[in-house]
């Protein structure tokens, strides 16, 4: 867990140029939901549904941000101005990766198989109130704008922006 937490301080200073001192950090919503679903993926991984349920939603009325205990995160998850984040049982996120409030990782409803969620790859960006629906993969180093609705597979480097989502850049080059 130290080490969880050390990792945690440098990246929200990292995330956040408005942070004034390291005891700031246990303060974000980002920091203290991602302590409760260690906690609640613990009890989901032993098969104690209910118990895992209810830290995860002990978490959501405390932060704003619901993360089902299913879910598998990775290490330097920054959910900045965390509010209406919702990260569904499936999903799976990579190392590095940024959110902003209102981001979905949710499911179409209109999955046939058990992985119902996106898998977000490495130093992914994902812009606020943007929804990543349904079992897609988002590739490594791309960048989901502001509110853009994401239901295919999203290459690794490049910029998806719109409803629904496009993409506008490769390799940080504009596209026609």
Do not use: W
């Not at 130290?2 to 995330?15: A, R, V």
């Not at 704008?145 to 490049?158: C, P, R, S, Y």
């Amino acid at each position: 867990m130290f080490k969880f937490i050390k990792e945690q301080i440098q990246t929200i200073k990292k995330g956040d140029p408005a942070i004034k001192s390291i005891l700031e950090v246990f303060l974000y919503p980002s920091f203290r939901v991602q302590i409760y679903h260690k906690m609640s993926k613990f009890f989901y991984n032993h098969r104690m549904f209910f118990i895992a349920r209810l830290i995860s939603e002990f978490a959501k009325r405390r932060t704003g941000i619901e993360i089902h205990p299913g879910a598998t995160i990775g290490k330097g998850l920054f959910i900045d101005h965390g509010t209406g984040v919702v990260i569904g049982e499936t999903a799976i996120i990579g190392d590095n990766v940024t959110m902003f409030h209102g981001v979905t990782l949710g499911g179409t409803g209109n999955e046939k198989t058990k992985k119902r969620h996106p898998t977000i790859g490495n130093n992914v960006l994902i812009g606020a109130g943007a929804k990543v629906l349904g079992n897609i993969t988002v590739g490594d180093n791309s960048k989901i704008g502001a509110g853009a609705v994401v239901l295919k597979d999203v290459l690794k480097n490049v910029t998806i922006v719109g409803v629904p989502g496009r993409c506008v850049k490769i390799n940080n080059s504009k596209i026609n």
